[in-house]
């Protein structure tokens, strides 16, 4: 019988040992077809408690760099189980000391499959090669997560069962809502090192927090009712063959869990950052035609070699980009410059040290950019005939800035407004500025000017009028020096 882990209401679970029956005179659990999964076969896949299982013929190397083992459990017995710790001289069950040890979360990788998230382990079996001495099941599968080293100088250590609680985080278990049975082919793919089964756990189950991830595994003990098909080919016809309670045990070699390294994805967004504040704000468009990249070698220049992408300039994903290719790592993520843009996010214009685990997905690391802008100020003058006068202009801000960051003068000379009557105060923030005059005393009014909005990569304008009041003639204003 099986533990049946937390997400359930309490079960009485009664064992044969309470009933006074000898365990080996029984099989541990006379499951139905609806519980017994058959991978025995290329291209087998199904789900179960929200997990993809597949029988699994890889074409990737087995050698060191692709394939990371991290339990292994061998022994004579029919059942064999265990878990992976770095409990060398105090192993709980079957687990090979040379061969289990504890496994960072980082390093086991994200898939994705149909737009969602998973992390994958897979299987590798050994069993004799002769009729259905091939076959083997998996009993139980649990994956656990703790920030806890399982090594030698734990006090206590903790062994199995596992509790849900402060120190062990219960993730995913194929009985964590009924008995349930996985039938497995040496068959399928025959040798030490080629894995023949993997199982991909939804991401979403995993507390990104935590630093180790603890699978327990065990095999050959329960009763599977269903088919299998030993020559794993369902091309063939006639061959499947039916079983109803039957134990599949171990008989030959070791059965290893372990996962295969993949290259990381980096996905994001370069947006137009229209106010420049370093935010994606509602409205702000995506950027396309920029080139994302991952600086292997931190020199701040994409060089051949270095995976990139360029934002995408389609509508609806205007601006968005995908890295494939990255191989594990730490590194700096950084955009290609491209002439009048100013990155406004990250904050420093780059994201530092980015730690890519194996097959990670990274996603919503954005980049903002800006344009500056510009402010044109038109003077004009009204009846100043045969009147020489400068008059100096002044932008301040952006607001809430005081400071003046630009002054033009213009110059009438004898009634004429000397060229250019225009002047453009160029490379402007995004922002709100403010237009004035310096007073130009005598008995010039001023009117226009006042707060103008610089919008990125635009020219804003304002115009500043000024007119000469006769001594002898009012028109209404009492103070003629400030812009109105």
Same mark, same amino acid.
């Given at each position: 019988?099986?533990?049946?882990?937390?997400?359930?209401?309490?079960?009485?679970?009664?064992?044969?040992?309470?009933?006074?029956?000898?365990?080996?005179?029984?099989?541990?659990?006379?499951?139905?077809?609806?519980?017994?999964?058959?991978?025995?076969? *290329?291209?087998?896949?199904?789900?179960?408690?929200?997990?993809?299982?597949?029988?699994?013929?890889?074409?990737?190397?087995?050698? &060191?760099?692709?394939?990371?083992?991290?339990? *292994?459990? %061998?022994?004579?017995?029919?059942?064999?189980?265990?878990?992976?710790?770095?409990?060398?001289? %105090?192993?709980?069950?079957?687990?090979?000391?040379?061969? &289990?040890?504890?496994?960072?979360?980082?390093?086991?990788?994200?898939?994705?499959?149909?737009? &969602?998230?998973?992390?994958?382990?897979?299987?590798?079996?050994?069993?004799?090669?002769?009729?259905?001495?091939?076959?083997?099941?998996?009993?139980?599968?649990?994956?656990?997560?703790?920030?806890?080293?399982?090594?030698?100088?734990?006090?206590?250590?903790?062994?199995?069962?596992?509790?849900?609680?402060?120190?062990?985080?219960?993730?995913?278990?194929?009985?964590?809502?009924?008995?349930?049975?996985?039938?497995?082919?040496?068959?399928?793919?025959?040798?030490?090192?080629? *894995?023949?089964?993997?199982?991909?756990?939804?991401?979403?189950?995993?507390?990104?927090?935590?630093?180790?991830?603890?699978?327990?595994?065990?095999?050959?003990?329960?009763?599977?009712?269903?088919?299998?098909?030993?020559?794993?080919?369902?091309?063939?016809?006639?061959?499947?063959?039916?079983?109803?309670?039957?134990?599949?045990?171990?008989?030959?070699?070791?059965?290893?869990?372990?996962?295969?390294?993949?290259?990381?994805?980096?996905?994001?967004?370069?947006?137009?950052?229209?106010?420049?504040?370093?935010?994606?704000?509602?409205?702000?468009?995506?950027?396309?035609?920029?080139?994302?990249?991952?600086?292997?070698?931190?020199?701040?220049?994409?060089?051949?070699?270095?995976?990139?992408?360029?934002?995408?300039?389609?509508?609806?994903?205007?601006?968005?980009?995908?890295? &494939?290719?990255?191989?594990?790592?730490?590194?700096?993520?950084?955009?290609?410059?491209?002439?009048?843009?100013?990155?406004?996010?990250?904050?420093?214009?780059?994201?530092?040290?980015?730690?890519?685990?194996?097959?990670?997905?990274?996603?919503?690391?954005?980049?903002?950019?800006?344009?500056?802008?510009?402010?044109?100020?038109?003077?004009?003058?009204?009846?100043?005939?045969?009147?020489?006068?400068?008059?100096?202009?002044?932008?301040?801000?952006?607001?809430?800035?005081?400071?003046?960051?630009?002054?033009?003068?213009? %110059?009438?000379?004898?009634?004429?407004?000397?060229?250019?009557?225009?002047?453009?105060?160029?490379?402007?923030?995004?922002?709100?500025?403010?237009?004035?005059?310096?007073?130009?005393?005598?008995?010039?009014?001023?009117?226009?000017?006042?707060?103008?909005?610089?919008?990125?990569?635009?020219?804003?304008?304002?115009?500043?009028?000024?007119?000469?009041?006769?001594?002898?003639?009012?028109?209404?204003?009492?103070?003629?020096?400030?812009?109105?």
């Amino acid at each position: 019988m099986k533990r049946v882990l937390k997400r359930l209401f309490p079960v009485i679970v009664v064992t044969a040992a309470l009933l006074g029956i000898a365990i080996s005179a029984i099989p541990a659990s006379a499951l139905d077809d609806a519980h017994s999964y058959d991978m025995t076969w *290329r291209g087998a896949t199904d789900t179960v408690n929200g997990a993809i299982i597949s029988a699994f013929t890889p074409t990737d190397s087995t050698g &060191t760099g692709y394939w990371h083992s991290f339990l *292994r459990i %061998s022994s004579n017995s029919t059942v064999v189980k265990g878990y992976n710790s770095d409990y060398k001289k %105090s192993l709980e069950f079957n687990e090979d000391a040379s061969w &289990t040890q504890s496994f960072l979360l980082k390093d086991v990788p994200q898939v994705m499959v149909e737009g &969602t998230l998973y992390r994958e382990f897979q299987l590798d079996i050994n069993q004799n090669s002769n009729g259905t001495d091939a076959l083997i099941s998996i009993d139980e599968l649990e994956v656990w997560l703790t920030n806890t080293l399982m090594d030698e100088d734990l006090t206590p250590k903790i062994l199995y069962p596992f509790i849900d609680d402060a120190t062990m985080d219960f993730v995913w278990g194929l009985d964590e809502q009924a008995d349930n049975v996985i039938l497995l082919n040496f068959g399928l793919n025959p040798g030490s090192g080629k *894995r023949d089964f993997k199982i991909q756990i939804p991401d979403a189950l995993f507390d990104a927090t935590k630093t180790y991830v603890v699978l327990y595994t065990e095999h050959g003990g329960d009763a599977y009712t269903g088919y299998y098909d030993l020559d794993a080919n369902p091309a063939t016809t006639g061959d499947r063959v039916a079983v109803n309670n039957v134990i599949f045990g171990n008989n030959d070699g070791f059965e290893e869990w372990g996962v295969t390294k993949y290259p990381a994805t980096k996905l994001g967004t370069k947006f137009n950052d229209l106010n420049a504040d370093g935010v994606w704000d509602a409205g702000e468009p995506g950027l396309g035609g920029f080139t994302i990249y991952v600086d292997y070698d931190g020199d701040g220049v994409l060089d051949l070699g270095e995976p990139f992408a360029v934002t995408s300039s389609d509508s609806p994903t205007l601006g968005q980009y995908t890295i &494939t290719g990255i191989e594990p790592g730490i590194y700096d993520v950084r955009e290609v410059p491209q002439a009048g843009w100013i990155c406004s996010f990250p904050a420093g214009g780059y994201y530092e040290s980015e730690e890519f685990g194996n097959g990670a997905y990274i996603m919503g690391n954005d980049f903002g950019n800006y344009q500056r802008g510009s402010l044109t100020v038109t003077k004009a003058v009204v009846n100043g005939t045969g009147l020489t006068q400068d008059f100096t202009i002044n932008v301040i801000g952006p607001s809430p800035s005081t400071a003046v960051v630009g002054t033009h003068t213009f %110059s009438l000379v004898n009634g004429v407004l000397q060229p250019p009557t225009s002047f453009t105060f160029s490379d402007l923030m995004p922002g709100t500025y403010t237009v004035s005059e310096t007073s130009p005393g005598g008995q010039w009014a001023v009117t226009g000017g006042g707060s103008v909005v610089v919008t990125a990569g635009q020219t804003a304008s304002s115009t500043v009028t000024n007119t000469w009041v006769d001594a002898r003639i009012s028109i209404g204003t009492t103070d003629t020096n400030k812009v109105n």
